[in-house]
């Protein structure tokens, strides 16, 4: 089971057994005690909040991964660092995994420079540098012994016995950075394209594509939704579907299924089924709009 983009600012509600679980970086086929979990290289990982989901799992980490945690502080509306992280990957200047682990003096030496650079442009951030580093250096030693090379990880994986590969993404085709609803989206690839990038696999390793979606539409924050129930009926459908955000908890915003949105999200997805979650939220309603939709 693997992760293939996006950090801990999405998350995944899973019920297994009347038992409710929240994972944010955490593949959710972790649950099952015969998988190998895998994260990829272009999750961008908050450590804390990784070893505290992983307190009781074994991981197996892509020696890829972002390791930069404290530009979280600069942004106040995610205050996660999403964006700042995919940001220095982009300018290059980020921290990976292998950096972490294999020299960490010259890890803190980068990491030095990058926190006056932050410090610069924000006056008034804190950063306790010494202070940080020591943090940094025990979760070193702790994530050393889970972290592989991820592109030979799953070619042995994908060459070897046959296994069965399954790839799960963070957020929902309409947030992928280029063909979502930009500027309302995520900082990574969240389409079928960010499996090959975000695992350092080959297109011809990707097999069936499976979509999910729910009965019925909805939104985190402001964007545009020609579909919203902003009325009793998207009341109802949040309070039935109880439609918070797994990790900010911010309410969800509800409305009828978007099918011109699911056909977009076909053309780039290509999926061959879909899975329709939570019908059974809108059993109550009498008549469909899906009709009007579609037309």
């Keep these: 089971m693997c992760c293939c983009q996006g950090g801990n600012n999405a998350g995944h509600t899973v019920v297994v057994d009347s038992v409710e679980y929240d994972f944010h970086l955490l593949p959710s086929g972790i649950i099952n005690p015969t998988v190998a979990a895998f994260i990829g290289n272009d999750v961008v990982i908050h450590l804390p909040g ?19 945690n404290k530009q979280e502080k600069i942004w106040v509306q995610q205050k996660r660092g999403i964006g700042p992280v995919y940001s220095s990957k982009a300018a290059q200047s980020g921290l990976r995994m292998s950096d972490f682990v294999s020299d960490f003096d010259g890890f803190s030496e980068r990491f030095k420079v990058l926190a006056n650079q932050y410090k610069s442009i924000c ?7 010494e202070g940080d580093l020591q ?4 979760y070193m030693e702790r994530i050393k012994p889970m972290v592989r090379d991820g592109v030979y990880f799953l070619y042995e994986a994908l060459h070897g016995p046959p296994k069965k590969l399954l790839v799960e993404g ?19 690839n969240c389409t079928v394209g960010g499996v090959c990038t975000g695992l350092g696999m080959t ?3 990707v097999g069936e594509v499976y979509g999910v979606v729910k009965a019925y539409t909805t939104r985190v924050g402001i964007d545009a939704f020609p579909t919203e129930q ?19 908890g911010r309410k969800r915003r509800c409305g009828w299924l978007d099918l011109v949105l699911l056909k977009y999200s076909h053309m780039i997805n290509g999926f061959i089924a879909l899975a329709l979650t939570k019908l059974d939220i809108s059993d109550m309603f009498m008549e469909s709009k899906l009709e009007l939709l579609a037309s």
């Design 203 to 205: 297109p011809q390793n």
């Design 123 to 129: 006056p008034t951030l804190e950063i306790h540098i």
């Design 230 to 248: 902003d009325n009793e009926i998207g009341k109802l459908l949040h309070t039935r579907g109880r439609e918070f955000g797994v990790t900010t």
């Design 135 to 138: 943090k940094l250096k025990g």
């Design 50 to 68: 990784l070893f505290e989901e992983a307190e009781k799992n074994q991981v197996m980490v892509s020696r890829n991964n972002r390791g930069v």
């Design 170 to 188: 963070a957020n929902a085709a309409l947030l992928d950075t280029d063909f979502g609803t930009y500027p309302f989206v995520s900082s990574s």
